[in-house]
């Protein structure tokens, strides 16, 4: 069974920074791309930034020039780095993996795999 553990959530004043990671491990064959999504209370859970194997990125219009993903592919490692954080970031924070398993039987399957979020709270 694949699990995704995320850690670095807590409580930072505004104008702060948080390093947010989540590590992918068990019976993983490849990972594709793996992101990270959001959910603030009473709003829609909505994607942060998103990195492919390759190292392609793409980020939400609300954290581009603050927020910056990168991977370690080698240890099948997700970081987000968040920089001049605002009240209105406070949120869960999920991580999110697409990737394939190494089957009991049969073929490897494809598949979407989330953590269990982390709290991101940014007040004063």
């Known amino acids: 069974q694949v699990q995704l553990v995320e850690s670095g959530g807590g409580l930072v004043q505004p104008g702060g920074s948080l390093r947010l990671s989540c590590a992918a491990s068990?019976?993983?064959?490849?990972?594709?791309?793996m992101g990270w999504y959001r959910q603030a209370p009473g709003k829609q859970r909505e994607l942060v930034a998103h990195?492919?194997?390759?190292?392609?990125?793409n980020y939400a219009d609300s954290v581009k020039g603050r927020f910056t993903i990168s991977r370690d592919n080698a240890k099948n490692t997700v970081y987000l780095q968040m920089n001049s954080l605002k009240p209105e970031d406070t949120a869960v924070y999920y991580c999110?993996?697409?990737?394939?398993?190494?089957?009991?039987?049969?073929?490897?399957?494809?598949?979407?795999?989330w953590g269990q979020g982390t709290q991101v709270t940014v007040s004063s």
């Open positions: 999110n993996a697409d990737l394939t398993v190494y089957p009991i039987s049969g073929f490897s399957r494809r598949g979407d795999y």
């Open positions: 068990g019976s993983i064959r490849s990972i594709y791309a």
């Open positions: 990195i492919t194997s390759g190292g392609s990125s």
